[in-house]
């Protein structure tokens, strides 16, 4: 925090971290007041001191910083990098692990789901690579998300065309729909198997265990080093042996929690649970 030079700045960034977990101090001041601006403007805000105190008065106006921050910008197979892989190489592997095994529970994380477009894109791949095998498998597909009101837009599954823009056509043509008002609508072969749940990727603790596939894209850049820390933590420990992480593009695993994990894909930050401890 030491680039904000506004005192009272630094008392609100420490209240919104306090009481959200996103840490706006890695922002400069100027980034910050952009995004402050619109909330401000409504509540007749003038000064910094005089927002932090409306936010002491109106709790549910911390909803309202998180949604100006995390801004849900998102589109299917978004890096399709990373998407080429998780097809060809992460979920054929483990589909073949489990025929191997004769284990048949198939279980994916998207933390952080923002409208949908990751789990929904996933679905996808899982019916694209299983295909007539999709129904001898018991899969259970986990959507989190700490903005309700996004996970509510995820649910419809109604998109606009520029969001899919990535989707090849094959797919456009079995698990979509173009609805009359111009939108694109994902079918409910998609949604099958999907259940979203609200989630507070810091303050929720762990969220369950026994996955094959997390992923937790472009979301860990909003939160401090322990933060991170911690939140590796629980996908390791949320993570069947073999399970795979994946990250963003831009986001690397700290450096603590970087010998836990084996690097499967690196350029595309995928990362791989140990079989066995490396202990």
């Known amino acids: 925090m030491e680039?904000?030079?506004?005192?009272?700045?630094?008392?609100?960034?420490?209240?919104v971290h306090s009481r959200t977990g996103i840490d706006l101090g890695q922002y400069k001041d100027s980034y910050i007041a952009r995004r402050l601006s619109t909330r401000m403007k409504v509540l007749g805000a003038m000064t910094y001191g005089s927002y932090a105190r409306m936010l002491d008065a109106h709790a549910d106006e911390y909803d309202k910083v998180v949604d100006a921050f995390t801004i849900n910008v998102s589109e299917f197979f978004r890096d399709r990098d990373a998407y080429r892989v998780i097809r060809e190489k992460v979920i054929p592997a483990i589909v073949a692990d489990k025929v191997s095994t004769g284990r048949r529970s198939l279980r994916v994380w998207s933390a952080g789901c923002a409208c949908g477009e990751e789990v929904y894109s996933i679905s996808m791949i899982l019916h694209d690579v299983l295909g007539k095998e999709y129904d001898r498998f018991a899969i259970r597909l986990y959507a989190t998300d700490i903005d309700d009101a996004i996970m509510k837009r995820a649910q419809e599954g109604?998109?606009?065309?520029?969001?899919?823009?990535?989707?090849?056509?094959?797919?456009?043509?079995?698990?979509?729909?173009?609805?009359?008002?111009?939108?694109?609508?994902?079918?409910?072969?998609?949604?099958?198997?999907?259940?979203?749940?609200?989630?507070?990727?810091?303050?929720?603790?762990?969220?369950?265990?026994?996955?094959?596939?997390i992923l937790c894209r472009?979301?860990?850049?909003?939160?401090?080093?322990?933060?991170?820390?911690?939140?590796?933590?629980?996908?390791?420990?949320?993570?069947?042996?073999?399970?795979?992480?994946?990250?963003?593009?831009?986001?690397?695993?700290?450096?603590?929690?970087?010998?836990?994990?084996?690097?499967?894909?690196?350029?595309?930050?995928?990362?791989?649970?140990?079989?066995?401890?490396?202990?």
């Open 3 to 15: 680039n904000i030079a506004d005192p009272e700045l630094r008392n609100l960034i420490r209240k």
């Open 218 to 279: 472009n979301v860990m850049i909003y939160f401090s080093e322990p933060q991170k820390k911690k939140l590796i933590g629980h996908f390791f420990d949320a993570l069947n042996p073999g399970g795979y992480l994946v990250i963003g593009k831009t986001e690397t695993l700290t450096a603590d929690t970087r010998a836990a994990f084996i690097p499967a894909y690196g350029l595309e930050r995928i990362y791989r649970k140990p079989e066995r401890s490396l202990v």
């Open 158 to 213: 109604l998109y606009d065309p520029v969001s899919l823009k990535n989707v090849e056509k094959s797919f456009l043509e079995r698990f979509t729909k173009a609805t009359p008002d111009g939108k694109i609508a994902v079918n409910d072969t998609v949604k099958r198997n999907v259940t979203f749940r609200h989630y507070d990727l810091i303050n929720g603790g762990p969220f369950g265990g026994y996955f094959d596939l």
